[in-house]
């Protein structure tokens, strides 16, 4: 188990003992916009000199993944979890829109075995921030023709919130300076990197240890959601690798996208534009049940997967 | 130390709501306000402040009966059926009423 | 705007009591309560923050007569004789009886 | 639940005059202040505390009439002027008079 | 004099001067969970491989010496002190338990002179919080046989506190890791570590620093017990590492630990369970007079008395 | 453009853009002390070893600089302007004294450039901070002789203030621990801050961003003086580098010192002893309009100006 995956336990072991431990919030904010800088940068500096042709066509696939997600979720949510339209509207949102920390443990996974994939990966983590919530907003509101979504305030929130801004303007940063002109900072955003992710999955594993009661409380079918969906995600985005033809790297790292669920970027959209969702549902599966599921078993699994599926060089 | 009757206004609720409010508030004739960063417990469970969706605040607006009035109806149509809301009103004194 | 009477409970004290606090509050029958973290000065001297058994908290407790008159009763009791604590309480008016 | 009556002051003000109203309410006779840092907007502007010269503080002072009276006097002819101040005023009861 | 020790010095004089000048309290938080979580990482990945034959009865002198030392200290600040009991018992639980950052500073010193110590001195700072606050506050209350201790709460607030659950977690991912998994971490968690430490103790200088008053007022008796206790604390200290066969720089760093009083754990668990005493009293002893001198005058003393002691290698 | 700058020009982007991202005031304390530091422990190695015959008429010329320049700004801001007289003494007093980041980001062109600069600038730093904050407010209190100034309590703000105490401290660490004994904490203050200071600048665009709205209304002058104060000051820097002899480095540094205006030191210290200015001006001035002005086209401009009049190994 990679290092960084340990500090989640010792979080999540920590909160479930009854510690009172946390971090200051001032520190998982400094945590959070350094993470998403430094993922940029890296995307950023590597973009410089890639053929725009081949990316431009995968963009489009790495949306239409973001689009069909939550159109998988919201059916099984309203019939087997019968939720209200609201709250599986938010679901499907979560789950279909990604995770860039867990995005960033996929890398440190390949990293430790030295697997390559294609550098401009960040581009896609932005591009699959919004659509989904896009998708799970309309399903939720489709039966309500009286209802309009403030879509302005929306795409105010998702595209200028703290994950695109930092993503796209990591990426900026590193594409202008390139990889000579990004050195001066390179001690801090690259041979830190794995280290902050370490403090700040620690934070993750309290504050996801501090969700036990509720999970529990929202029953089975919520748990059982929040490890099949992700399964089930993965498989769609390896096929859609498949298609891409992305390296072997990146079709774990396409997996991990799609079986990643958002509780960053989405729950801030959605308390404003759905608010008839109930927020604590969506956080307790998202961060509760899937991210733990994602970092200590789904990305090795779906690593296996994509072997399975005869991905060269896979797991 | 000669005061003019206002009334004060607190509510307690989830930042996400700030800048609405503060956009509500000034629109409904509040001539300023004050916000500060809290935590604590109610109907809708512990609000923590341990997580971004988790965090509270509280905001204070001194006005004269009639805008307080309108804001109280505001918030309760507009934000209570959806989001973590308290709110409370007490009667308070100050001593520029132009100000308020 | 009608509002219904009820009483405002603030407790400004050490850190180190708000999960007791919390506790009691809830145990003595109040609804919900609004934490701060504030600095101050008193009888036990300048409380400045800056070290962690130096912090202190502002607890805020909207509640009945009666909820409010047992909390202050049992604070007085429990915590006055050996922590920093300054209590008072004001008139208030809700919105929303049912929810304090 | 018997109370003894008495004034609470809350300034809300820059941060920069913390140590001065610190020092002056000692010295006017209050027994004590309490501190929270807070953001909001009034006659002058913004402060959204995103900037060191931005930030504000909330001071809450409980004590007699005429100790509030004479801290309301001071401020208004020392610093209204020329900063960000707001101030109200109170009733407030409190269990142990001797201490504010 | 080591350069970290330069930063304390700064801050006390920034302070004494009367600068305003304050670090966040968050940022204050963020070192004191870093500093906590890198000492238990070091020793853990050096735990591998160790003979548990030694440590275990290691480990039991060294608990036996957090017991004895509260028991030295009580009688003299009963009787020669004129303390309440409350008050004795909370200085004797403070000086019995530990300051892990005067530790630091110790093996700072040891760094700084190439002197080998045990690895698994981080498992015996764990070892030392705990038992002087059980005692401490055993000896308050022996009078009292009607006041009930909440001993549940207590080991809670100790066991589940910060500098235990941050130690014993550092300790359980360095352990688990061992020397090549920590390494994606190390540029955080090694490299930077005298660095953090120099902060942190700039802002305890300035805590220090401001406590100069509150010493002023509780008189010389209180600045004498501060200096002269963790002197003898620290020869028993040595006494104790001759007979646990320590080396050389494990015998100064068990001094150090004897001669620290807590300013951490200790209060917390004390302002909880021991509540008639005096916070003010406890912190200004172990945090304005014997953290000052450790790191000064304190640690190369201990060096020199375990020179004159016999102890090979020594200063 | 330096990648540093980059990250400044981010956060004015993303304020501009809307955006609501902030980085949380305690990283903001944190970083802006961790830089103090850093410059002032960097100029004090290389302090060891210097001749202070050299530095002392040195630092009386930069003293005389620092008096100098709010008196050519006062009467253009009397006069041109038509401010007030505390206006017009706050916004002379910003401009004469220093911005700690515009220097740092100097150092950062200079380093990109492989040019030299006497290595004990900082102390020249600390020099500058000062004196003008004291001449602005004697031109505005000129015309008011019944108003005394409170100078003990100014004294204290500025000299005991977070500037001046840290760059000091930082001078005396680096002096007293030498080029060897700096080494432990090498890792933090050199080698991370490059890195720490782009941080740094993307708040500081962010802050910058918010200021547009203000700039507009405060009119075009004050953008003009914005501009122009900063180029006619370096103009009179570089012949004041003249006279003292400076390196080319030197030289460009010194322009930058005097381009450069106060947004620390200078507004705190005002705002208590020149109540009766309106901050708002000040700060939108030199953080709104002289800030990012001088580290994107400022900088380079006053290397030319250098090259121009004839400093050897200029630009
Ligand atoms: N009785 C109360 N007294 C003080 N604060 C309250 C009370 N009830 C609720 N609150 C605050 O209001 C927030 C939202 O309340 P609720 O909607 O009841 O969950 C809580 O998180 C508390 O911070
Ligand atoms: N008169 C007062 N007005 C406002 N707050 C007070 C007052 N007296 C005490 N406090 C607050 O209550 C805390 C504890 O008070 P004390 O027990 O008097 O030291 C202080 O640190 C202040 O924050
Ligand atoms: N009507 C109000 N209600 C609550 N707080 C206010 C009000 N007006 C002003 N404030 C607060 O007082 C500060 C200074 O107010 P002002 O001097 O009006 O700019 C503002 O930044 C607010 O935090
Ligand atoms: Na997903
Ligand atoms: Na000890
Ligand atoms: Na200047």
């Known amino acids: 188990m990679d290092v960084v995956v340990l500090f989640f336990l010792l979080g999540v072991a920590a909160r479930l003992a009854g510690s009172d431990l946390r971090l200051p919030e001032a520190l998982y904010e400094a945590l959070s916009i350094y993470l998403l800088l430094a993922i940029g940068i890296k995307g950023g500096v590597e973009l410089a000199g890639q053929p725009l042709a081949t990316v431009g066509p995968q963009a489009l696939a790495v949306v239409a993944l973001g689009v069909l997600l939550p159109l998988v979720a919201f059916p099984v949510l309203r019939t087997v979890g019968r939720f209200n339209r609201y709250d599986a509207g938010a679901l499907a949102a979560h789950y279909g829109s990604v995770s860039v920390v867990t995005f960033a443990v996929a890398v440190t996974f390949l990293a430790g075995r030295d697997l390559e994939y294609e550098p401009y990966f960040p581009v896609f983590v932005v591009l699959m921030e919004a659509p989904a919530i896009v998708v799970g907003i309309v399903l939720a509101r489709a039966g309500e023709p009286g209802r309009r979504v403030a879509w302005g305030a929306l795409a105010h929130e998702v595209l200028l919130g703290k994950s695109i801004v930092l993503l796209l303007g990591g990426l900026a940063i590193g594409w202008i300076a390139g990889p000579t002109g990004i050195v001066p900072v390179k001690a801090l955003f690259s041979d830190l990197f794995k280290g902050v992710l370490a403090i700040f999955l620690l934070e993750m594993g309290l504050v996801a240890g501090g969700r036990a009661a509720e999970i529990r409380r929202y029953g089975a079918f919520l748990v059982a959601f929040g490890v099949a969906m992700p399964v089930v995600a993965a498989a769609i985005g390896i096929a859609f690798a498949a298609v891409m033809d992305l390296s072997a790297g990146g079709t774990l790292l396409l997996a991990t996208l799609a079986a990643s669920a958002s509780y960053i970027a989405a729950p801030a959209a959605l308390r404003i534009a759905l608010p008839e969702a109930n927020p604590g549902l969506s956080i307790a599966a998202s961060l509760g049940v899937t991210f733990p599921f994602n970092i200590t078993v789904g990305i090795p699994l779906y690593h296996r997967m994509a072997a399975w599926a005869g991905v060269p060089g896979g797991g | ?100």
Chains 1, 5, 6 share one sequence.
């Open chain 2, 1 to 100: 130390m000669q005061t003019h009757a206002k009334k004060l206004l607190v509510v307690i609720t989830e930042a996400a709501l700030e800048k609405l409010l503060v956009r509500d508030l000034r629109r409904l004739g509040a001539h300023g306000y004050t916000v500060c960063d809290v935590r604590g417990g109610g109907e809708r469970g512990e609000r923590a402040a341990d997580w971004e969706a988790d965090r509270s605040i509280r905001v204070e607006v001194v006005g004269d009966e009639a805008v307080v009035a309108a804001l109280v109806e505001h918030i309760l149509a507009t934000y209570c059926a959806n989001y973590a809301v308290s709110m409370y009103v007490t009667d308070c004194g100050v001593m520029r009423p132009h100000k308020f």
